[in-house]
């Protein structure tokens, strides 16, 4: 009888201090909503207009994925099964609405770091569509821009 006393003692002891997890809180959260524009987009139609010409992405023979967090984005071009023609930018962005502004801070063109890009942006299902006036004089870029992008799952 001494014997199963101190075995139970002994497992009491063991089970009361054992690490234990955390508990999730279940009340007095609000639940913050994602914006839909956060996450990683594959660019599948890309049309520039520029002056009297219009240029469609040869896009069989590229990928281009951008990469949207709360802050920032990324985006990343590269020519397909090959590791040429790679290029990228990044910066942070604001969205109100439908107004989508990127700055560009990370790139190799000087002239375009810094400058605000302001469009406009569409949601349809896991699409989503870019579009607006690159205008940056001191790097010779006026153009209108579209872009479809469909979301990476």
Request: aromatic share 14%.
């Given at each position: 009888?001494?014997?199963?006393?101190?075995?139970?003692?002994?497992?009491?002891?063991?089970?009361c201090t054992t690490k234990k997890e955390k508990p999730i809180p279940t009340s007095n959260h609000k639940t913050q909503e994602v914006s839909p524009i956060?996450?990683?987009w594959k660019l599948v139609y890309g049309e520039i207009r520029e002056k009297d010409s219009v240029e469609i992405k040869d896009l069989s023979k590229s990928e281009f994925i951008k990469i949207i967090n709360d802050t920032h984005f990324a985006f990343f071009n590269q020519e397909a099964g090959?590791?040429?023609?790679?290029?990228?930018?990044?910066?942070?962005?604001?969205l109100k609405g439908k107004e989508y502004t990127e700055v560009l801070?990370?790139?190799g063109v000087l002239e375009v770091r810094g400058h605000h890009f302001p469009f406009t942006v569409e949601f349809k299902g896991d699409s989503l569509i870019q579009y607006?006036?690159?205008?940056?004089?001191?790097?010779?870029?006026?153009?209108?821009?579209?872009?479809?992008?469909?979301?990476?799952?």
């Open positions: 009888m001494k014997y199963i006393a101190v075995t139970l003692l002994v497992w009491i002891t063991f089970a956060i996450g990683t090959t590791a040429d023609n790679f290029y990228g930018g990044a910066g942070t962005y604001t801070d990370y790139l607006g006036l690159e205008d940056v004089p001191d790097a010779g870029i006026k153009r209108h821009i579209v872009e479809k992008y469909i979301r990476v799952k």
